[in-house]
Structure formats: structure tokens, C-alpha cells
């Protein structure tokens, strides 16, 4: 059973930087995508960064472009993102994503609270 597990979510002040964590387990087989996406009191659930295993590819939701960065371990199903000069706006549940032969998985959830 494939289980993901999120870490590294905080209470911080506006302009603070912050790293987000997880790592995906139960499976022997390698993802072919993880990512994050978000969600805020009273909003809907959005995209927010995906890293493709292969090619190494990346995307980013025009929010967080240029301040937050996506990244994997070179070995293990894990991946991190980098959140920098974190705003008000950015406050949500954040939420692993992995997409792992052909269906999807979820995280429970990592809460990032930016307030001053």
C-alpha cells in the first residue's frame, strides 16, 4: 500500500523560508511524477509544483515561480520543496502528490501558516 508522508510545515513570519518534505513508500517501483499542491480555508485544492522522474522535468503555478523550487533525492521516492520569501497568501494545507504506475496517490497534509 503506497503511503505518503509529508513534513516540515510551520508557523512562519512573511519573508521566511521554509522546506517541505515527502517520501513515498509501499511501492517497489519508481514514481513518474511527484508534486504539491495546496489548499486554503474556504478555497479549492491548487497545483502548485510537479517534478517528472524522467526528463527531470518541472512545472510551477505562476504563484510560486521564482520563489519556490521543487526538487527529489537522487535515489529514494522523495521529494522536497524549497519555499523562499514566503508571503501571507501562501498559507494553506499543503498537500504530496505522486503519481506512481499510472494511478495517484495523497499525502495527509502539511500546514504553512505565514503570518507576521
Known amino acids: 500500500q503506497v503511503q505518503l508522508v509529508e513534513s516540515g510545515g510551520a508557523l512562519v513570519q512573511p519573508g521566511d523560508s521554509l522546506r517541505l518534505s515527502c517520501e513515498a513508500s509501499?511501492?517497489?517501483?519508481?514514481?513518474?511524477?511527484m508534486g504539491w499542491y495546496r489548499q486554503a480555508p474556504g478555497k479549492e485544492r491548487e497545483f502548485v509544483a510537479l517534478k517528472r522522474w524522467s526528463g527531470a522535468n518541472t512545472d510551477y503555478a505562476d504563484s510560486v515561480k521564482g520563489r519556490f523550487t521543487i526538487s527529489r533525492h537522487k535515489t529514494k521516492s522523495t521529494v522536497y520543496l524549497q519555499m523562499n520569501d514566503l508571503k501571507p497568501e501562501d498559507t494553506a494545507a499543503y498537500y504530496c502528490?505522486?503519481?506512481?504506475?499510472?494511478?495517484?496517490?495523497w499525502g495527509q497534509g502539511t500546514q504553512v501558516t505565514v503570518s507576521a
Open positions: 509501499g511501492t517497489i517501483y519508481n514514481p513518474t511524477a
Open positions: 502528490y505522486a503519481n506512481i504506475v499510472r494511478r495517484d496517490f
